[in-house]
């Protein structure tokens, strides 16, 4: 077969000319037999679901026969969608630290992979401590600073990578929320996102954070949506991006039942 025979000499390709470094990569992430998805506080404010609800509905899909190992994605936890990154704690607002404590009980009665929603590049204007880090923010060559700019949607400013006090304290902010709330996973958003900023290696230097934060994290895995040749170390990645999330598909942003292929034997 014609395709068969495309994708496994890329694959040769991809694998001898951009080793990737290892990732923690247990048994049970060869086996997911599926993902469910629950959004809890909206970025326009509303709270769709709580933490408590989650729970309940681990429940249900134990009683419903959703098997064991499916990973249960989980977005706007610790504030409305897309905001106060990186303030990764449990919102009282949607069950706070209790909620969260529950969720973790379910999840492990029923067997089911716990995935909350981070951003890899992201540091809201908005939260403790942004104007420490201005000279950290990415941006193009003529200087303008870059972040995700989508109308009727929350403003995300995006950070290098290649800054040392940006990665130590992000990562600080999920380890204290992992050891206090050992989940299973975090979707790491935008990770596999390389921005045009010609002050930043971000091939080098995301291999670099991913590292960091699995020496942080060594039991926890590290997921992403942005499949690249360049950055495709991680052992599980989510069709979260365009047309999955509700984004209109764009030019820029292609999508194909092919894009996995060429890396399903290396995730």
């Not at 395709?3 to 001898?16: G, P, S």
Request: proline share 9%; net charge negative.
């Amino acid at each position: 077969d014609t395709r068969d025979a495309a994708i496994a000499a890329y694959r040769q390709w991809m694998t001898e000319a951009l080793p990737q470094p290892k990732r923690y990569r247990p048994s049970w992430t060869e086996q997911i037999p599926g993902c469910v998805l629950l959004q809890l506080w909206a970025g326009s404010g509303e709270i769709d679901h709580t933490l408590p609800e989650l729970a309940d509905m681990m429940t249900a899909m134990h009683a419903a026969g959703v098997p064991r190992d499916t990973l249960v994605y989980f977005w706007g936890w610790f504030a409305p969608f897309d905001t106060k990154y990186p303030e990764y704690w449990p919102a009282p607002e949607v069950g706070g630290e209790a909620g969260f404590t529950k969720v973790i009980e379910v999840a492990r009665k029923y067997g089911y992979r716990l995935s909350p929603h981070v951003n890899h590049h992201g540091f809201n204007e908005d939260a403790p401590g942004f104007a420490g880090f201005a000279a950290d923010q990415a941006t193009d060559s003529q200087g303008n600073k870059l972040g995700w700019r989508e109308k009727g949607e929350p403003a995300i400013e995006y950070m290098r990578p290649s800054s040392a006090r940006w990665r130590a304290y992000h990562i600080a902010k999920l380890k204290k929320f992992v050891d206090a709330f050992p989940v299973d996973a975090i979707f790491w958003d935008q990770y596999g996102s390389l921005l045009d900023d010609p002050q930043c290696d971000y091939t080098h230097f995301a291999h670099v954070f991913s590292g960091e934060l699995q020496t942080a994290l060594p039991e926890v895995v590290i997921t992403s949506e942005i499949l690249s040749e360049q950055i495709c170390d991680l052992p599980v990645w989510q069709r979260w991006g365009t047309p999955w999330c509700g984004l209109p598909v764009r030019e820029e942003m292609p999508h194909t039942d092919l894009i996995g292929e060429p890396f399903r034997p290396l995730l």
